[in-house]
């Protein structure tokens, strides 16, 4: 591993110096700020006057047409005007405030917007008064932090470390994806059947990450490739929502000399900052657990108007955790495959363990499920190590989507559980206690690319993690009697409760309420002249006797009422006669309501004649209420059964434990 501790440990020692002022969860509003900008410093250094005398020829022109000629001059995609730099900046400490905020002001434009982005202006003034400003800068100056000394790479590892260690405490949806995991993403993501894919000479190809953080896995991605084939280019593309990853994240592409408009601010899901791209490889750690219920409209409107036109057409997941919602986002961002692009795209993403089974048939999640399996898009699935990543321990797992499988792999799924492949840390970094070595990776993606059965690789057909989720029902079986106790239950019932009460006011009301009264006397009246100790086991006969009765005294009562009636002279029983809604169908026991899951694999109603049929006789599905729902219950399929120990064995140990603790007993009481 690159060793880029140094770095941040000196940074982290310039950190320290803000204590007083500052809390130690705000340092990383000066500091990652001040490490941009003493970057940028570092990279203009040698053609700072240059670019100077050139700006002094073209003072009257225009900044934006002025901009690229100033750039040649600066050898970047960016450039700065202003007398200062840091070094400058140390010569006059009584207006080093206002000095600075010209140095800044003196950069191009999306520099600028950089540095806007960190919100560091407002930092300054706190720093001077403070007698801050002056020592932090020059701290900072005594770092050199240009490309040939820092490599972009380290960088990141530095900005990443630097923002781990200020955001300690963040929630475990805010997290950073440790590199040697973007090595194994990128492996996987890069892993053609066709390995001469990558190596073309020229090749130019896209990578996207809709929750982009610092850039890490644009780097790294960068980083693989070129080791594939020095001749390739990989344009990174990105969308972070939190401002200062997405300065960072912007600095170093601007850095390394590539577009930094490919990186954009905003939220990925309710606004999509590049809604018509598509790309050819698609990676991504989303957060975990975060719930979307704030912008929750904009999505349902888009998955009700635009259906499968849209990003959300399967469904959306609820609105606790938005996982699926970044897995849909990127999907839609894949290449079809065409005659010019016969290769599609392919997807690396990283989620917890609720995508693979949370959400019942039917459910948002289950319909996200449906539609990628059903539609051949999962590839494989990595069990990774826990506590892997620094602010969370929990289980984690690398999808890997393509809408191009090959042949031999059509219709099938691999998964593969590395939860064992890593190493303690010799120390640890926050949540982080492990890490996965070069050659664990190797090992894995080995295991991923061969994709044979074993220990660690189980492959599926897709329709293996697919089931039909029937109804069972079972017929509603009454007996009826009228006797003081079941027309207490009478009197309880809602229906029956409510003849007694007005929504009206004044004496509208009273009148309405006393008439109902009048009523719930008339009937219990007329239904304890049928109090006797006969039991009716038939539902339509003892309904016959109820109405007959009524209409005899002159009520007449509404459907409703004449079922919360029955409701409450009725008691379950399994040797009445079946009730039935109509003359042809049952009525269903709600109480005796099941659902079974039956593999899609296997014949519904052969299950049902084994697993159900031969236990309740009178049972039958709902047909209109089956549904198809799909689970991938991943560490189900890697369980090992241990044998428990022998009652024997145990006693053993304790007689052996007892022995051994009596003799140190006798030592200690001498």
């Known amino acids: 591993m690159i060793n880029f501790q140094d770095k941040v440990s000196f940074i982290w020692s310039i950190a320290e110096i803000l204590r007083g002022p500052y809390k130690p969860e705000d340092y990383g509003k000066i500091v990652l700020p001040l490490a941009v900008l003493r970057r940028f410093d ?25 901009e690229p000629i100033l750039n040649r001059v600066s050898k970047q995609n960016f450039h700065n005007t202003s007398e200062y730099d840091f070094n400058k900046l140390l010569t006059d400490s009584d207006n080093i ?16 917007d950089i540095m806007d982005h960190f919100d560091f202006d407002r930092q300054i003034d706190k720093l001077d008064q403070n007698n801050l400003l002056y020592l932090t800068i020059k701290r900072f100056s005594e770092i050199d932090l240009h490309p040939e000394t820092v490599s972009n790479i380290e960088m990141g590892y530095v900005f990443e470390e630097l923002i781990r260690r200020f955001n300690e405490n963040a929630e475990a949806g805010d997290h950073y994806t440790p590199r040697e995991v973007i090595r194994l993403m990128t492996h996987l993501l890069f892993l053609h059947d066709d390995a001469s894919v990558l190596t073309k000479p020229g090749l130019t190809q896209t990578l996207y990450d809709c929750a982009a953080g610092t850039g890490g896995m644009g780097s790294v991605a960068q980083e693989y490739l070129l080791s594939q084939n020095p001749t390739a280019h990989l344009e990174f593309f990105g969308q972070e929502i939190n401002p200062e990853s997405y300065a960072i994240c912007k600095a170093d592409l601007l850095i390394k000399g590539e577009d930094a408009r490919n990186i954009r601010l905003g939220n990925t899901l309710s606004n999509d900052q590049f809604p018509r791209d598509k790309f050819d490889y698609l990676i991504s750690n989303p957060p975990y657990g975060v719930d979307w219920k704030s912008y929750e409209k904009s999505i349902k409107e888009e998955h009700e108007k635009q259906g499968f036109d849209g990003r959300f057409g399967p469904g959306t997941p609820r609105t606790s955790d938005g996982q699926l919602l970044f897995l849909m986002h990127l999907l839609s961002k894949m290449k079809p495959v065409t005659a010019e692009n016969p290769q599609g795209s392919r997807l690396a993403i990283i989620m917890n363990g609720s995508p693979l089974f949370t959400g019942d048939a039917g459910s948002g999640e289950s319909e996200i499920r449906k539609y990628v399996l059903e539609n051949d898009l999962v590839e494989g699935i990595v069990a990774l190590p826990n506590d892997l990543f620094y602010n969370t321990g929990i289980a984690t797992y690398i999808w890997i989507l393509t809408n191009n499988k090959a042949p031999l792999h059509k219709g099938k799924v691999r998964l593969v559980n590395a939860v064992d492949f890593s190493k303690k840390m010799k120390k640890s970094m926050g949540s982080k206690r492990n890490e996965i070595t070069e050659e664990q990776i190797s090992e894995i993606v080995c295991l991923y690319g061969d994709a044979q059965p074993n220990e660690y690789v189980k492959i599926f057909d897709n329709e293996d993690f697919g089931y039909a989720k029937i109804t069972v029902e079972r017929p509603l079986r009454l007996n009826f009697q009228v006797n003081e106790e079941r027309l207490a239950h009478v009197v309880e019932e809602k229906v029956f409760a409510n003849l007694a009460t007005s929504k009206k006011k004044g004496d509208a009301g009273h009148f309405e309420i006393e008439e109902g009264k009048k009523l719930q006397t008339q009937i219990l009246y007329v239904l304890r002249t049928l109090e006797n100790d006969k039991v009716y086991k038939n539902r339509d006969e003892f309904t016959k006797v109820v109405k007959d009765a009524l209409k005899q005294a002159g009520i007449t009562i509404g459907s409703p009422l004449l079922k919360a009636i029955l409701a409450g002279l009725s008691e379950k029983d399994e040797t009445a006669d079946v009730c039935m809604k109509n003359k042809t169908d049952i009525e269903p026991d709600t109480d005796l309501r099941d659902t079974e899951n039956v593999p899609l694999k296997e014949n519904i109603y052969d299950y049902f004649a084994r697993e159900v049929l031969s236990h309740v006789h009178d049972a039958w599905i709902d047909e209109t209420k089956t549904k198809i729902g799909y689970e991938i219950p991943f560490t189900r399929q890697f369980y090992k059964y241990t044998a428990l120990r022998s009652s024997a064995e145990i006693m053993d140990e304790i007689r052996a434990l007892e022995a051994e603790l009596a003799e140190q007993l006798k030592k200690v009481m001498g």
């Open 42 to 66: 570092c990279v203009l250094e040698s053609t700072k006057g240059e670019v100077l005398a050139k700006a002094e020829q073209f003072t009257g022109m225009n900044e934006d047409a002025r």
């Open 97 to 112: 405030a206002d000095n600075l905020r010209d140095y800044i002001n003196g950069f191009s434009k999306v520099a600028r």
